[in-house]
């Protein structure tokens, strides 16, 4: 059975800092997803990462993926309170279509 | 295009009724999905179709719970007899071909059920 972990469950951060937030998985899958959401709120894709080595970046944010680690992370540079949500990684199993997804990593950014 | 809407927003049931949410997909996207979330915790898939085949039924889909998606389009999600532990967010999302595995989620359906 797949599992998907992230750590830290929950980060407070105060802005300008930097962190990293990490996901595992427990089997062979070349595609990661991570996702924010706000409270009360859906999904919002962040970055979809299709192969080993992948690195995409988007504002503060940046995202890797190591597909023979199975480790993906997710980088926060120079945080800023707008980033304050829930973000998800999300694996889909080889050969399906389904999304199992992480525990979350709850971020505060403190002013 | 609108992205994927969903039907109502919020629900509130008493237990032991039945309820029934509505997806509307991106148009044109073949790939529809249903996710479950409780509070706290990251979405877990239910089922999803391809055109109008159901594929794939996660074992938390019991058989209270029954999903169609008649003529491919928009889908439905029946939950029959509902429990208080039903009570959660619904999602659905839809992605497009046999190529593309990035997934677009609705805003979600809440349902709480007294």
């Known amino acids: 059975e797949l599992k998907v972990e992230q750590n830290p469950l929950f980060l407070s951060m105060q802005e300008g800092k930097n962190y990293t937030i990490y996901c595992n998985y427990s089997?062979?899958?070349?595609?990661l997803y991570w996702y924010r959401q706000d409270p009360g709120k859906s999904l919002e894709s962040l970055f979809v990462?299709?192969?080993?080595?992948a690195v995409k970046q988007e504002g503060r944010l940046m995202a890797s993926l190591d597909t023979k680690a199975r480790l993906s992370t997710l980088h926060i540079t120079a945080a800023v309170h707008d980033l304050s949500a829930t973000y998800f990684c999300a694996v889909d199993l080889s050969g399906t279509y389904k999304y199992i997804f992480g525990t979350g990593t709850r971020l505060k950014v403190l002013a | 295009d609108t992205g994927v809407s969903q039907d109502p927003r919020h629900k509130i049931t008493k237990r032991g009724q039945n309820v029934t949410f509505r997806c509307d997909p991106i148009?044109?996207?073949?790939?529809l999905y249903w996710y479950r979330q409780t509070l706290g915790q990251g979405p877990e898939f239910l089922t999803y179709?391809?055109?109008?085949?159901?594929?794939?039924k996660s074992r938390l889909l019991s058989d209270r719970f029954s999903a169609e998606r008649p003529k491919g389009s928009f889908s439905t999600l029946e939950i029959q007899r509902t429990e208080q532990g039903d009570s959660a967010m619904y999602l659905c999302?839809?992605?497009?071909?046999?190529?593309?595995?990035?997934?677009?989620f609705g805003p979600g359906t809440r349902l709480t059920v007294t």
């Open positions: 148009s044109e996207h073949n790939r």
């Open positions: 999302a839809s992605s497009y071909g046999t190529l593309s595995y990035e997934q677009y």
């Open positions: 179709f391809q055109n109008e085949a159901q594929l794939e």
């Open positions: 990462l299709l192969s080993n080595g």
């Open positions: 089997t062979t899958s070349d595609r």
